[in-house]
């Protein structure tokens, strides 16, 4: 490398002395906090930075995928629904009316017969080894997979039968709740696998189809076993990690809470700022910039890509549990892609996707947008009509509240668009380095 060369580089890599747009944007925002303490006091505002925390796990997860190796996730609602599926499994009480029974061994055994119906169906479809034409391989296969699943869901329909009627549903393990959110991360991770490993090696956008359709069906799987999770009844209170508001009082169970989500955080952050650093993140960077080039230098591209979409998926299934967990309540009906997609999309859009110190921003910031975009649209309304009631004699209209809720869309409509117009590549965007 030439003289020259090498005090490019030495300029190029050196970063600013002093994050100026950082310091202000981070100002903005705990003035933002302030005013909402102010007005609308600790409990509610601390409940909102624990879940704006919880928010800020997720989209630290999408922006890993999208931001790291440009993989777009359209189904982080069925991830964040595992892992507040775990978080309930694992911290609900035990069901004595059900494990006190013969149900556990009869819902076993069935189990059991799905699983052996799996692998006969795996092992037909490797008969063409043994010499057998691959249309007829095929047509085995597909008969045999049809013929074991009405056997199965048969089987299966009866045993859930019996534990809805005599036990209501399975119940719980009766764990610390953290434990639930460890495994919903696992869980998360390990659906993150199968659809990667169908998908990854195809074009983006039938990773957005399979991850949009995998979350349906999780939602949908999760909403009807009521034997499992209660469907739409719900199944609450769920116990905290840590004393509960009967304990200390609201404001003080939550600050606790949001010390756990704030630590999670910090720790996660570091991570993925020595990984993004590492020799690892830069080769997934640099297949996200040129996949060619990336295979051609002898790296594993579909292997690599794969590890960062689980990686994400384990992220976002511990956010939800984390969530599930602070709101007390696991309802499969409230998991929304408005809620839990489109808003940790606009998030990662604002702070800017491949920068983790961004991302934390823009959920912080989104999330108060969402949050208070309601009360002061109600505000603006009713200010507007009591102005018109004196001056002009306007009646009242009778469904403000709902008139209110309906301005957080807008808001945030607004704000994305506003957002990919004068800053597309996020209020913080991701810093490359470029070597000369």
């Given at each position: 490398?030439?003289?020259?060369?090498?005090?490019?580089?030495?300029?190029?890599?050196?970063?600013?002395?002093?994050?100026v747009?950082?310091?202000?944007?981070?100002?903005?925002?705990?003035?933002?906090?302030?005013?909402?303490?102010?007005?609308?006091?600790?409990?509610?505002?601390?409940?909102?930075?624990?879940?704006?925390?919880?928010?800020?796990?997720?989209?630290?997860?999408?922006?890993?995928?999208?931001?790291?190796?440009?993989?777009?996730?359209?189904?982080?609602?069925?991830?964040?629904?595992?892992?507040?599926?775990?978080?309930?499994?694992f911290?609900?009480?035990?069901?004595?009316?059900?494990?006190?029974?013969?149900?556990?061994?009869?819902?076993?055994?069935?189990?059991?017969?799905?699983?052996?119906a799996?692998?006969?169906?795996?092992?037909?479809t490797?008969?063409?080894?043994?010499g057998?034409?691959?249309?007829?391989?095929?047509?085995?296969a597909?008969?045999?997979?049809v013929?074991?699943?009405?056997?199965?869901?048969?089987?299966?329909?009866?045993v859930?039968?019996?534990?809805?009627?005599?036990?209501?549903?399975?119940?719980?393990?009766?764990?610390?709740a953290?434990?639930?959110?460890?495994?919903?991360g696992?869980?998360?991770?390990?659906?993150?696998?199968f659809?990667?490993h169908?998908?990854?090696?195809?074009?983006?956008?039938y990773l957005?189809?399979?991850?949009?359709?995998?979350?349906?069906?999780?939602?949908?799987?999760?909403?009807?076993?009521?034997?499992?999770?209660?469907?739409?009844?719900?199944?609450?209170?769920?116990?905290?990690?840590?004393?509960?508001?009967?304990?200390?009082?609201?404001?003080?169970?939550?600050?606790?809470?949001?010390?756990?989500?704030?630590?999670?955080?910090?720790?996660?952050?570091?991570?993925?700022?020595?990984?993004?650093?590492?020799p690892?993140?830069r080769?997934?960077?640099?297949?996200?910039?040129?996949?060619?080039?990336?295979?051609?230098?002898g790296?594993?591209?579909?292997?690599?890509?794969l590890?960062?979409?689980?990686?994400?998926?384990?992220?976002?299934?511990?956010?939800?549990?984390?969530?599930?967990t602070?709101?007390?309540?696991?309802?499969?009906?409230?998991y929304?892609?408005?809620?839990?997609?489109?808003?940790?999309?606009?998030?990662?859009?604002?702070?800017?996707?491949?920068?983790?110190?961004?991302?934390?921003?823009?959920?912080?910031?989104?999330?108060?947008?969402?949050?208070?975009?309601?009360?002061?649209?109600?505000?603006?309304?009713?200010?507007?009509?009591?102005?018109?009631?004196g001056?002009?004699?306007?009646?009242a209209p009778?469904?403000?509240?709902?008139?209110?809720?309906?301005?957080?869309?807008?808001?945030?409509?607004?704000l994305?668009?506003?957002?990919?117009r004068?800053?597309?590549?996020?209020?913080?965007?991701?810093?490359?380095k470029?070597?000369?």
């Open positions: 490398m030439s003289t020259q060369d090498k005090r490019r580089e030495d300029l190029v890599d050196t970063p600013s002395r002093f994050p747009r950082e310091v202000v944007l981070f100002a903005a925002l705990l003035v933002a906090i302030l005013g909402v303490y102010a007005m609308m006091g600790t409990a509610y505002s601390t409940r909102m930075l624990v879940e704006a925390a919880c928010y800020a796990i997720l989209a630290l997860g999408l922006t890993i995928q999208w931001g790291y190796a440009g993989q777009f996730n359209a189904g982080v609602m069925g991830f964040v629904a595992l892992g507040g599926f775990c978080a309930m499994f911290s609900v009480p035990v069901n004595d009316a059900f494990w006190g029974s013969e149900l556990p061994g009869e819902l076993g055994r069935v189990l059991l017969y799905g699983v052996a799996v692998l006969v169906v795996i092992g037909a490797r008969l063409d080894r043994l057998v034409p691959k249309r007829l391989r095929t047509l085995i597909v008969v045999l997979a013929v074991l699943y009405l056997v199965v869901i048969s089987l299966m329909r009866e859930t039968g019996e534990i809805q009627s005599r036990a209501g549903f399975v119940g719980g393990l009766g764990l610390p953290w434990t639930g959110w460890i495994v919903g696992a869980l998360a991770g390990a659906v993150g696998y659809i990667g169908i998908c990854l090696g195809l074009r983006s956008d957005a189809i399979a991850t949009l359709g995998i979350a349906e069906i999780i939602k949908a799987f999760l909403k009807n076993s009521d034997w499992l999770t209660r469907g739409t009844a719900t199944v609450s209170p769920l116990p905290w990690p840590t004393p509960g508001p009967a304990e200390l009082g609201f404001t003080l169970a939550r600050a606790l809470y949001l010390s756990i989500t704030a630590v999670m955080i910090a720790v996660i952050f570091f991570l993925l700022h020595r990984a993004y650093h590492a690892w993140g080769m997934i960077r640099a297949i996200r910039d040129n996949e060619t080039s990336a295979a051609a230098m790296k594993d591209i579909n292997r690599r890509r590890e960062i979409f689980v990686l994400g998926c384990i992220l976002m299934g511990i956010g939800g549990g984390a969530l599930t602070f709101n007390s309540l696991f309802d499969p009906q409230g929304l892609p408005l809620n839990h997609t489109f808003l940790v999309l606009v998030m990662v859009i604002l702070g800017g996707p491949g920068n983790n110190l961004g991302t934390i921003f823009g959920a912080v910031a989104v999330y108060i947008i969402w949050i208070m975009s309601e009360p002061l649209a109600l505000f603006l309304m009713q200010l507007a009509v009591s102005i018109g009631e001056a002009f004699g306007w009646d009778a469904n403000m509240d709902s008139r209110a809720l309906q301005a957080r869309v807008f808001v945030i409509g607004l994305i668009t506003l957002v990919l004068f800053a597309p590549k996020g209020l913080l965007p991701e810093k490359v470029h070597h000369g």
